[in-house]
C-alpha cells in the first residue's frame, strides 16, 4: 500500500469520469488533492466528496485553454497547499467528425484543450517542480487512440498523441530534476465524455468482444495506477506509457 501523506496531487478535469476516480484514489492514499475544473457546480461536488475522505482539497475553476486562467490556478494551488508534487493532465474533451469535412474550427475545438492545455499546466508544474529541487511526476492522460486507429476522431487522437510524445521529452529533458514523465493510455472507459457511444448497443458489443476481460473500464480501474505513478519512490519509471485498457489494443 502506498502511502501518500504529506503529498500534493493536481488533477486537471477532476471533478468526474477518469480524472475524479484518479483523485479518489489519491485522497484514500493519503494525498491532498487540488482539482481544477470549468464546471463550478461538479468542482463542489468532488471537493466535498473528496474532503470525506480526511484530507486537504482545493477546487479551482479554470479552463485549462486558457493561459491566463492556468497560471491563476496554479499559482493559487501552490498558495492554498504549499507546493504540488504531482500533476495529472487529464482535462480532456472529445468530438466526432467525418475526416473529409472536419473544419479547422472543430480540429482546433479539441487540440487547444487535450494538447495546448496539458502542455500549459505541465509547464507550470514543471516549472514548479524546477524551482523546489525536491523532484516530481507528471502524467499526461492520453488514449489508446494514441495507437490504434481511431475514424472521425482524428482530432483526437492527434491530440493524444501529441500529448505522449510531448511526455517522453519532458522524461528526458527533466531527469536531471529527479522529476519523472509518465502518460496514461486508457481504453473505453464508462465516463460523461463518451456516454452517447454506449447507447449504441452493436458499438458496445463489439468493443467489449475485442476486449479480453470483456467490458469497458471505470473511472476506478485507473486509480491504483494514478498512485503508483505518484509515488516518489518509484525514482527509475519514467518516460513510459502505461495502457489501462482490459487488453483491448492487444486483442
Given at each position: 500500500m502506498t502511502d501518500l501523506h504529506g503529498h500534493v496531487a493536481l488533477?486537471?478535469?477532476?471533478?468526474g469520469g477518469i480524472g475524479l476516480g484518479m483523485a479518489r484514489a489519491l485522497a484514500v492514499a493519503g494525498a491532498d488533492i487540488a482539482i481544477w475544473g470549468r464546471n463550478a457546480?461538479?468542482?463542489?461536488?468532488?471537493a466535498a466528496e473528496i474532503e470525506g475522505l480526511g484530507v486537504r482539497v482545493v477546487a479551482l475553476q479554470c479552463d485549462v485553454s486558457d493561459e491566463d486562467q492556468v497560471v491563476t490556478s496554479f499559482a493559487r494551488t501552490v498558495d492554498e497547499l504549499g507546493k504540488v508534487d504531482s500533476l495529472f493532465a487529464n482535462a480532456g474533451i472529445g468530438g466526432f467528425a467525418p475526416f473529409t469535412t472536419m473544419s479547422l474550427a472543430e480540429f482546433r475545438r479539441v487540440t487547444a484543450v487535450n494538447l495546448d492545455g496539458a502542455f500549459l499546466c505541465l509547464r507550470e508544474a514543471a516549472a514548479h517542480m524546477v524551482e523546489r529541487g525536491e523532484g516530481g511526476s507528471l502524467v499526461g492522460i492520453s488514449s489508446v487512440s494514441a495507437?490504434?486507429?481511431?475514424?472521425?476522431?482524428?482530432?483526437?487522437?492527434?491530440?493524444?498523441?501529441?500529448?505522449?510524445?510531448?511526455?517522453?521529452?519532458?522524461?528526458?529533458?527533466?531527469?536531471?530534476?529527479?522529476?519523472r514523465a509518465n502518460s496514461i493510455l486508457p481504453g473505453w472507459t464508462e465516463t460523461d465524455m463518451i456516454a452517447p457511444a454506449a447507447t449504441n448497443e452493436r458499438?458496445?458489443?463489439n468493443t467489449v468482444h475485442r476486449t479480453p476481460v470483456r467490458r469497458w473500464g471505470t473511472p476506478t480501474d485507473l486509480g491504483p495506477v494514478a498512485v503508483y505513478l505518484a509515488d516518489p519512490s518509484a525514482v527509475f519509471h519514467t518516460g513510459d506509457s502505461l495502457v489501462v485498457d482490459g487488453g483491448y489494443s492487444i486483442y
Open positions: 488533477v486537471t478535469g477532476g471533478n457546480d461538479k468542482n463542489a461536488a468532488a495507437i490504434d486507429g481511431a475514424p472521425g476522431m482524428e482530432h483526437y487522437a492527434a491530440s493524444k498523441a501529441g500529448l505522449s510524445a510531448m511526455i517522453r521529452g519532458l522524461a528526458v529533458e527533466l531527469a536531471r530534476y529527479r522529476i458499438f458496445v458489443a
